[in-house]
């Protein structure tokens, strides 16, 4: 759900170009990175820290968004030389108009909620809080997105201590549905600059989904093979946060759809009730994948 970039993020080495590096002084309110459930000190000898990041809408978070991270995590265990350090949502800015967004400080707080009991998931409410010299709503391209996290993580924080006592870099990847590898297969669709960054630079952990091809899709990011990584979905899961939408909207249950925090605090903010059709492609994008690399185009 990514597209060609007006002003797309170079691809040059994350933490070497320093005006890349996200800047959190013209946000809409005080800003500190949480890092409380960050894992500090390796426990595994001879693994890489791995942080991983999901972008989206999250409007609402569903199980599948959740899901995606322990399927994640397994993966990551029995498969790579990676220990998992962290996990972190992303909320997008409330500058990608997207049909049934909910405000940036109401999708903030629906995550928060929902990942209170995880011992490694937390939110970022970066993109939310980014804001224009005017105290308007930007939007951030996800390949900044990640630059971000690699800026707090490793030159911030100095990266993970190892079981070895030195410290390390962390590896940043970004984490999404199979329909996020769909759309970057798409001709002119995403900046190659920004694919440079976030394929090259950092890689993706994909989890396959119902419906997609991700061997069509990867055949033309050969380039970037090496750094993707595609998880199995053993238990199929099409859970979205537009059919939730949709099932609030006509007055329907979304309990054991999404965690029971999330419909306690949707249904004492009154959301997602009266929402415009969403059945037109022009306003809709898939659920838990990053945005465009600009705001002015959307994935349909």
């Known amino acids: 759900m990514t597209s060609p970039a007006l002003g797309a993020a170079s691809p040059s080495s994350p933490t070497s170009d320093p005006e890349h590096v996200p800047s959190t002084a013209a946000t809409l309110a005080p800003y500190s990175f949480p890092r409380q459930k960050l894992k500090q000190r390796q426990t595994q000898e001879g693994k890489t820290p791995l942080v991983l990041v999901a972008c989206g809408s999250f409007s609402p978070i569903t199980f599948l968004h959740l ?3 322990e399927m994640a995590s397994d993966f990551v265990r029995f498969n790579t030389d990676f220990e998992v350090c962290a996990g972190y949502l992303s909320p997008v800015s409330d500058a990608y108009k997207k049909a049934g967004l909910a405000p940036g400080n109401h999708r903030v707080e629906m995550c928060s909620r929902a990942v209170d009991q995880s011992p490694w998931l937390m939110v970022d409410p970066f993109e939310t809080v980014k804001c224009n010299k005017d105290g308007q709503p930007e939007y951030v391209p996800t390949a900044q997105v990640l630059r971000h996290f690699d800026h707090e993580i490793n030159t911030v924080l100095g990266g993970i201590e190892g079981t070895d006592g030195k410290m ?8 999404a549905g199979a329909d996020l590898v769909m759309s970057m297969g798409e001709p002119g669709l995403w900046s190659p600059a920004d694919l440079d960054v976030i394929l090259g630079s950092y890689g993706a952990f994909i989890v396959e989904r119902s419906g997609t091809d991700v061997d069509e899709a990867l055949a033309s990011l050969r ?10 979905q053993v238990i199929q899961n099409d859970i979205s946060s537009t059919k939730v939408r949709l ?4 007055d329907l249950s979304v309990r054991y759809l999404i965690p029971d925090p999330v419909v306690e605090y949707i249904e004492e903010h009154q959301l997602f009730q009266g929402l415009p059709n969403e059945s037109s492609k022009a306003n809709s994008a898939p659920d838990g994948a990053p945005g465009p690399s600009s705001p002015q185009h959307v994935k349909g």
């Open 67 to 69: 899901r995606m991270f």
């Open 223 to 232: 380039q970037y093979e090496n750094n993707i990584w595609v998880i199995s």
């Open 168 to 175: 390390h870099k962390a590896r940043i990847a970004l984490l």
């Open 247 to 250: 099932f609030l909207k006509k």
